[in-house]
């Protein structure tokens, strides 16, 4: 169902970047010029009416799934509570960070095989445009033939290329165990069985740069969006752009985003880094970042109401204004993610909108996702 809608009276973000008191239209999914005979209306007097947010990296819907160590929801319940989660939180596109992985259990290519079969199935009862980052972690040796598959699917899916395995094999090559016990929890395997795991994909290091730039040529034949996951130094940033990753995601090094910037690219920080004023691995702070101009596009990560939020902290602090703090979760990841469709509230775009109260802490009062309004109460 997609009623024509009259979104009325509130104050609309103009591509001009100010606030102007006017009604959107809408009609068949699309925001129109012209009112539509006898609309929804929706009074939005007193709102902000702001282009739907686009998160580009979120997986918390990890928790969802699994929220207990060896616990599964059925996908079926849990994307649903996501797919609310999400429009709650004023999230109307989403790139499900999805990691393929080496390990067994939840992050296992047996995981990954029924996320995305999975949310193929479930796509036309979800409210939100719900899309895949794939997360290939480089030393993932045997996943290539499934993310090619992946690729072809509608809509493509964007590939981050990580690489977590180097730093564990570091890590227990120096006897620092420190974190063993979680990820071994996660993979729901002993420790013992980790380290093993850990051993056996380390002998294959060599096939790693190959495959790297076997998944980037197939990635390109498909124009997914590429994205590089954790890189330290500018020379990674060179040798990842020659490759055609050309969105730089969680940088550690303030360097590898100044160098991202200069060259047009964009970067990605974590959401719940700006709420809690800090990174929870003692990384970049994405707030000092913002204020260097080394961040252009913010993540929900693992914790998805912290896209709106960020941008009121960043608006509350006078660190942006509405409409630059706003580019950063609307406007910005969807041009980095390839998606001219969105981002905007321009006539021809996706009717992708979120009306928030701004008159105190920042409270989503409707979201809607191409052109169905979910109302979330007073
Ligand atoms: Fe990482």
């Avoid at 227990?172 to 729901?188: D, E, M, P, S």
């Avoid at 040798?239 to 990605?268: K, Q, T, W, Y």
Wanted: glycine share 10%.
């Amino acid at each position: 169902m997609s009623t024509a809608v009259c979104l009325s009276g509130g104050q609309v973000l103009t591509s001009q970047g100010g606030l102007e008191v006017a009604d959107l239209h809408i009609a068949d999914g699309r925001i129109v010029d012209a009112p539509a005979a006898d609309p929804l209306r929706v009074d939005c007097r007193g709102y902000w009416v702001l282009p739907g947010i686009v998160d580009v990296h979120g997986d918390a819907f990890e928790l969802e799934l699994h929220p207990r160590p060896g616990v599964d929801i059925a996908f079926p319940i849990a994307m649903a509570s996501v797919d609310r989660q999400l429009l709650a939180n004023g999230i109307v596109t989403a790139f499900h960070g999805m990691t393929v992985s080496w390990e067994p259990g939840a992050r296992s290519l047996e995981a990954g095989r029924r996320f995305m079969a999975g949310l193929q199935a479930l796509r036309p009862r979800l409210t939100a445009d719900h899309r895949v980052q794939l997360r290939w972690e480089t030393f993932a040796h045997d996943a290539i033939d499934d993310v090619a598959a992946w690729l072809a699917q509608q809509p493509t899916p964007a590939v981050a290329f990580n690489d977590h395995t180097t730093a564990t094999m570091e890590k227990v090559k120096a006897g620092n165990h420190q974190k063993l016990g979680q990820w071994a929890q996660r993979a729901g395997v002993t420790v013992q069985e980790y380290l093993a795991e850990v051993d056996s994909v380390g002998q294959r290091a060599p096939e790693v740069p190959a495959k790297i730039r076997k998944v980037a040529d197939l990635a390109g034949r498909h124009g997914a969006i590429m994205l590089s996951h954790d890189e330290s130094s500018r020379s990674e940033r060179a040798i990842h752009r020659g490759l055609g990753m050309s969105v730089c995601e969680f940088p550690l090094d303030p360097e590898v985003a100044a160098d991202a910037v200069a060259n047009g690219e964009h970067v990605i920080l974590g959401g719940p880094n700006v709420i809690r004023g800090g990174s929870h691995t003692g990384a970049l702070s994405a707030e000092d970042a913002i204020r260097d101009g080394l961040c252009t596009v913010l993540a929900s990560d693992y914790y998805y109401p912290s896209l709106l939020h960020a941008a009121e902290r960043l608006v509350d602090r006078g660190v942006l204004s509405l409409n630059d703090a706003w580019g950063l979760v609307s406007r910005n990841p969807a041009a980095a993610m390839g998606l001219p469709d969105r981002g905007t509230l321009e006539a021809g775009r996706r009717a992708d909108v979120v009306v928030i109260d701004g008159s105190g802490p920042w409270r989503l009062v409707h979201a809607i996702a191409g052109g169905h309004v979910v109302s979330l109460g007073r």
